[in-house]
């Protein structure tokens, strides 16, 4: 399997040429848009509330999935729609865009599948254990009725799908695509970690946070590492997956001696295969880091010959020249002059620049701030 992938890093065949985004967002722009989707969040709840309570209040009482089908719906709703609208006005492109591709490699996607498991195998029972110590300390948490229709079935089928689905394209393209792509004016490392705090932050709740940042940062590693958007939706699907399976293993284990010891046995077990799995993806991960490391230090392509390359026009001193997408242009800071042009959107453009650091700072860390008051309110 390692051979394989050594192999990948070959030159590149011709590929029909197509039109590429080479446009990126910068740190303030990841700041914003997490300072706005906080907001919103807030706001759409409120606003729900207050025109569709009764209607809600029905809902719940009638069943508790298709409640909380539409209540995941209208975030994730929110979630796409501050994303699409922010993209659409920096003219960027959040899921292909930036040196970034979707593309399918099939070793790359069960090696993230791997790495995935192997940290909800790993952290589950701490991270089941970390919520009930907060909810103790804090006070209890929310806990849903058991009010259940004839169409509870479906309504559960349908939660399970959503749950699954937006959030691994909605949600990866607000994080992945918008604030760790922005984050990166700050170094690699910086944007997976801030990206994965505010993922972890997110979510409004201290039962998610530990699960959510070290989750966040293996996608945000392998989304960074690979330059391939799928990854990320695909381990964040599979993460949400796992997370409701096990729920409903966990959930149906008795309370009795023998239920106590089978759910004993299940979690070590878990771990022990968690570990065994974060150590293999771990090795691969690595063993490509130092590969693409080398690639660069050589001057040779990112990608492998079999690798779908994408193109964009850069226009500089009259000439225009073809870029792979994985060559990303470098943007100059706030209030240099750049003469530069680039086709994007079917027009020839000037590329967004650089942000000024205080101001990212400034604002991220507003974003923060606000994002851990929201989880006490």
Known sequence: MFKMMEQRF???????????????????????????????????SFAVSKLFGTQLRALYQYDVYAYMIVSLLVSQLTVFLVAAVYSLVRKTNPFCGGGYVAKVDGVQILMSFILIMGIMMTLYHSHLQFGADAEKILGEGFTPDNNLSPFSGIFALIYIAISVLCPAIFEEMLFRGIIMRGLEQLGSVAAIVLSSVAFALMHGNFSQLILQFFGGLAIASVVTLTGN?????????????????????????DESFVGGYLQAATDAS????????????????????????????????????????????????????????????????????????????????????????????IVFGAGILLAIILIFI
């Open 270 to 361: 878990l771990i022990l295969i968690g570990v065994a799995f974060l150590t293999i993806s771990g090795i691969y991960f690595i063993k490509l880091a130092f590969e693409k490391q080398k690639r660069e230090l050589q001057g040779k392509p990112l990608v492998g010959k079999f690798d779908d390359v994408r193109f964009y026009e850069e226009v500089e001193n009259g000439e225009t020249k073809l870029v792979p997408h994985y060559v990303k242009p470098e943007t100059v800071g706030f209030g240099e002059d750049d003469e530069r042009l680039f086709k994007i959107e079917g027009k020839y453009r000037k590329i967004n620049k650089k942000a000024p650091i205080a101001a990212s700072y």
């Open 10 to 44: 070959e030159t590149p065949r011709p590929k029909p040429r197509r039109a590429y985004n080479p446009n990126r967002f910068n740190a303030l722009d990841s700041g914003i848009v997490f300072a706005i989707i906080l907001v919103m969040f807030y706001g759409v």
């Open 229 to 253: 958007f799928l990854l990320g939706s695909l381990m964040h699907g599979f993460n949400n997956l796992f997370a409701i399976f096990y729920g409903i293993l966990i959930q149906n284990l």
